[in-house]
């Protein structure tokens, strides 16, 4: 199967997928509004990659998370947080001199025009990740290594780790890629599109919003996208609540959203990638990785935060196999990857 990564026979010992990237303590609104009018929030953790990685561990992969985090009481909320998770944290490296990050935000869809988030992250213990600090041996110690464009903005060094793990190389592990378009994060954001296609163009798997490469990259519509992008085995364009097109070689698959009752519209893109890459494990067919993320999306989507847990495998399955009629019957709301818990279909 295409992009799916091969399996040998230390497979029983190997890590399944290995995320790279900053995490941050965050902080998320008591009631909605501007951050001026917000009376309090409460503490969660938030960062694309290890959303991935909580994800995997908790749908019943080894997943580890490796980063640098701030020798303060933020980094050990974090660390503890994520292992909490099922998340193996053993090649996080602690940092002496530079904080952990944190971020507030509002509670408004990214997209919307009033939402905003206030990053607190310049200089932080992550941004110092480098080719010469970050353990080579984690990082390819798993069937799969997973980043995002995020990452690149952090540094001058963190861009050059990128692009040495985007690199040809021997034996190199599948390497996933989100694109993550942030022109916030970009100092001088003339650079960033440029950069973000280098990266995606040496990986292996790929997902990108079809409304960010139209930002980045100018480029509308999943064919002008695989064009900019002939490299990946696998392109996976996200297209909101339409669903997702996955170019796998030449062939391209078309794969519906559900619908779904939105509680809070964060953590989406980084749950579709975990369930995506659950199934790209797993070795199933294509149109089943997708269907294996939206339904992963979905979870994310019924709840305030950014994680939650996945519905159970083999319900999961279930629901994956139904016919198309069937499938874009579903609806899906809060609570509905509870084992005791019916699925609502219109």
Known sequence: MSGTPARTAADAATTDVVCLGESMVTFLPSQPGRLADVPSFGRGIGGAESNVACALARAGHRAAWVSRV???????????????????????????????GIYFRTATDRAADVHEVAYYRAGSAASA????????????AGRVLHLSGITAALSADCLTLLRELTAPRPGRPLVSFDVNHRPGLWRGGDASPRVLLELARGADLVFVGEDEAEEAWGIVGAEAIRAALPEPAVLVVKRGAEGATVIAGDTVTEVPALRVDVVAPVGAGDAFAAGFLSATLRGLPVRDRARHGHLMAAAALTVPGDLTDPPARDRADRLVALDDTAWGRLRLGPGWTGDDQEVRTT
Request: hydrophobic share 35%.
């Open 129 to 140: 990740m480098s080719p010469a600090n970050v353990p080579h041996e984690a990082l390819f």
């Open 70 to 100: 701030g020798a303060d009481g933020f980094g050990d909320h974090l660390v503890d947080t994520i292992a909490g998770y099922g998340v193996d944290t053993s090649a996080v490296r602690r940092d002496p001199d530079r904080p952990t």
